[in-house]
Nanobody, 125 residues
Framework: VQLQASGGGLVQPWGSLRLSCVAS????????VAWFRQAPGKEREFVAA????????HYTDSVKGRFTISRDNAKHTVYLQMDSLKPEDTAAYYC???????????????????WGQGTLVTVSS
């Protein structure tokens, strides 16, 4: 499975961006897909995840109410709509995918077998 992330850029505080993660190969609807982010000098952190069917979604507390993860299995694509962006959201954002991820591991980078390249999000005035 190959993942291609896109949609990052420079945005002012309180602005919006939509990230996309397009998958090729594999059986996309089997995979849980997540977004992680990594700011300079910090560890990679979980942002959001969505199960293969789209019926189960998880967010880290700091983005709840501001970010929305969704997927279109027909297009092999997962989206991350980011609204009300804050400077502390600045990071490289990575999408990741994997099958059979148990709930207790859904926020752990080590649970995901496939990774895309990062797309940089900068929130600044």
């Amino acid at each position: 499975v190959q993942l291609q992330a896109s949609g990052g850029g420079l945005v002012q505080p309180w602005g919006s961006l939509r990230l996309s993660c397009v998958a090729s190969g594999g059986t996309f609807e089997r995979y849980t897909v997540a977004w992680f982010r990594q700011a300079p000098g910090k560890e990679r952190e979980f942002v959001a995840a969505i199960r293969g069917s789209g019926g189960s979604i998880h967010y880290t507390d700091s983005v709840k109410g501001r970010f929305t993860i969704s997927r279109d299995n027909a297009k092999h694509t997962v989206y991350l709509q980011m609204d009300s962006l804050k400077p502390e959201d600045t990071a490289a954002y990575y999408c990741a995918a994997g099958p059979d991820i148990i709930l207790s591991s859904i926020g752990s980078p080590r649970a995901y077998a496939y990774w895309g390249q990062g797309t940089l999000v900068t929130v600044s005035s």
